[in-house]
């Protein structure tokens, strides 16, 4: 069965800088996607940014464009999250995500944004942003 693990999380302070990554267990798929999500307590799941591996295209959600960068290594089927000014708002728990379907390149952050489409799941790490 195939498994993404996250790497830990952690506590930092307002503008701190923070690097997540993901792997899966697995690299018996292909044509596909990642992404990451996050969570935050009492709040819906909020798409962050996803990479396309044709091309590695990337989309990211309105509130991270400019401050995160996605990036990933097909080869070891493994994904990257660098953040960078963080901001008490971004305190959540964050959920790594995999697709498995072609994706035709026409769809947009929209498409990449919804939950959903994606085959397999990450438990989650928990990252913390303090004033």
């Known amino acids: 069965q195939v498994m993404l693990l996250e790497s830990r999380g952690g506590l930092v302070q307002a503008g701190d800088s923070l690097r997540l990554s993901c792997a899966a267990s697995?690299?018996?798929?292909?044509?596909?996607?990642m992404a990451w999500f996050r969570q935050a307590p009492g709040k819906e799941r909020e798409f962050v940014a996803a990479?396309?591996?044709?091309?590695?295209?990337?989309y990211y959600g309105d509130s991270v464009n400019g401050r995160f960068t996605i990036s990933g290594d097909l080869a070891k089927y493994a994904v990257y999250l660098q953040m960078n000014n963080l901001k008490p708002e971004d305190t959540a728990v964050y959920f790594c995500?995999?697709?498995?379907?072609?994706?035709?390149?026409?769809?947009?952050?929209?498409?990449?944004?919804?939950?959903?489409?994606?085959?397999?799941w990450g438990q989650g790490t928990q990252v913390t942003v303090s004033s």
């Open positions: 995500a995999a697709d498995r379907d072609p994706i035709p390149a026409y769809l947009g952050v929209s498409y990449y944004s919804y939950g959903p489409m994606y085959d397999f």
């Open positions: 990479i396309n591996w044709s091309g590695n295209k990337t």
């Open positions: 697995e690299r018996t798929f292909s044509n596909y996607a």
